[in-house]
């Protein structure tokens, strides 16, 4: 048997009064329809990384929900994981593809796992490329199989996507975070778009008093008495912690008192992060208003609490990025972000909440700067940014989202119909909000936010075709 994570007891009400009272009543109602159903969640890392996030809390609720779900981990050693690494990053569009001893390393683990997934479910959801290989390799027997991509794969390296494309043929479904990052030739028939969501009451993110916010960041050497940005992410190029380096570098000399954290997890599936780690911390070393910390030397779920809420501005210069949950995360604080424009990142901060969008490390420090010198502005932009995750980021529009997913391929029928939903983000947006609007062919589309609309407008035809197709069920165009 694949290795099951242990997750402890949750329950949706909790929720109320934090997430909309609307999405969870839906969310009851549409559970109803699924109670006993079996759901497995797969992925490669029960730490470190949004995955992982993700399913330690989403999976209790739908034990909560009447659902009977488990999260398992599927098993690989170093080679393995640098090969998936190495996908990873071909998915994002490195130049690097894959030789043919890695895809034999990559299929004959897959293999393994395949012969280790012996449970009978009804959905069988697997996460990224590292589980990705898994169902080309079995039968499917009586389950729903969703391949979930968490990644930013527009414009993949092409080798290395005919590789999983093959992969991901037998599918039943497929779930992006953005439209724009389906992949071209897309071998799954059903897409789905939903972007991620953070849980408010996780350790990580629910309400920490002041003073032990305080406590926990003095504990482990950080100034308070001293301005502190800081970005918190895994050790991944992507991320460009040598970037946020730079910046930081060029802030301090405007803020001469400035003091830079960089917190970073290290996971099981990506050893790349201890060479990054190297480098960041070589980077770092004669620097001692910049601070260092991992996973592995007990900054946890509370200290990056801490840090997103008693950081002047966070800071999350990615260069690529699926989604971004630590965006909403510190935004769901407060705290303003500053963020390269990449991925899910900028549908997160839309219309110009939140903080500041960048791209190069010139732009990113002149914002942490402005964001600094102006608190003001920084806080309107960043309780303006709360409001947009309290509204669209919240764990249970994500749950929402997966239970009429499988509603829809159990039943073959949809249940929230794609009139009501974004094209471009795929959030619901009620008929009774006042939302952005465009007319296509005929047709009203409603949005989640002007940003939305505006990449609508970019290429109608290739979000409204969307529509029509998941009105039409799976058939494909
Ligand atoms: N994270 C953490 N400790 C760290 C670095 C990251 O707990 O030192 C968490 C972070 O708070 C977020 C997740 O890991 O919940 C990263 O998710 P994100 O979507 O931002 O990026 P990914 O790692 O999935 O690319």
């Not at 009977?68 to 998915?91: E, P, Q, S, Y």
């Not at 992507?238 to 380096?245: H, N």
């Amino acid at each position: 048997m694949l290795e099951l994570v242990d997750v402890g007891p949750r329950s949706l009400e909790a929720y109320r009064g934090i997430a909309p009272d609307p999405i969870l009543d839906d969310l009851v109602r549409h559970a109803a329809d699924l109670r006993g159903a079996r759901v497995l969640h797969v992925n490669a890392t029960p730490y470190g990384g949004g995955v992982s996030e993700l399913l330690r809390s989403s999976v209790p609720i739908l034990n909560d929900l009447g659902l009977i779900a488990h999260w398992k981990i599927i098993l690989g050693d170093n080679r393995f994981f640098r090969v998936t690494k190495k996908i990873h990053n071909g998915l994002q569009g490195a130049v690097d593809d894959l030789t043919e001893k890695e895809r034999e390393a990559y299929l004959d683990t897959s293999r393994r796992n395949a012969e280790l997934l012996e449970e009978e479910y009804d959905f069988v959801f697997l996460h990224d490329p590292q589980p990705a290989g898994i169902l080309s390799l079995r039968e499917k027997r009586m389950a729903k199989w969703i391949w979930r991509c968490h990644i930013d794969t527009a414009q993949p390296n092409p080798g290395v996507w005919a590789f999983l494309r093959d992969c991901l043929r037998p599918f039943d479904a497929a779930v992006f975070t953005m439209a724009s990052f389906i992949p071209p030739d897309f071998p799954i028939a059903r897409v789905e778009i939903m972007p991620p969501a953070i849980d408010p009451l996780s350790p990580k993110n629910m309400p920490l008093a002041d003073a032990t916010a305080r406590a926990v960041l003095e504990w482990i050497g950080v100034e308070l008495d001293r301005p502190l940005v800081s970005q918190v992410s895994r050790f991944d190029p992507w991320k460009d912690p040598l970037g946020v380096i730079a910046a930081y570098r060029l802030a301090r000399e405007e803020i001469p008192d400035l003091q830079l954290a960089l917190v970073g997890s290290m996971a099981l599936d990506d050893p790349e992060g201890w060479d990054v780690y190297r480098q960041v911390r070589d980077a770092a070393l004669a620097d001692p208003g910049i601070h260092v910390f991992t996973n592995l030397t007990g900054v946890g779920n509370i200290e990056v609490n801490a840090f997103q809420r008693r950081s002047q501005v966070v800071i999350q210069k990615s260069i690529r990025e699926g989604f971004g949950l630590v965006v909403s995360e510190a935004l769901w604080k407060e705290t303003p972000v500053v963020a390269g424009d990449a991925g899910g990142i900028p549908l997160q901060m839309a219309d110009g909440v939140g903080g500041v969008l960048v791209r190069d490390v010139e732009t990113c420090a002149r914002a942490v700067v402005a964001l600094l010198e102006d608190r003001d502005r920084a806080r309107a932009l960043a309780q303006a940014g709360r409001d947009r995750v309290r509204e669209h980021f919240l764990l249970p529009r994500l749950l929402l989202n997966e239970l009429e997913l499988m509603q829809e391929l159990s039943a073959g029928r949809r249940v929230v119909a794609a009139k009501e939903r974004d094209p471009v983000c795929g959030m619901s947006v009620a008929a009774d909000e006042e939302a952005p609007e465009a007319a296509f062919e005929g047709a009203t589309y409603r949005f989640c936010s002007d940003f939305c609309r505006a990449q609508f407008l970019r290429n109608p035809p290739h979000y409204a075709r969307r529509v029509l197709r998941t009105d039409r069920g799976s058939r494909r165009d």
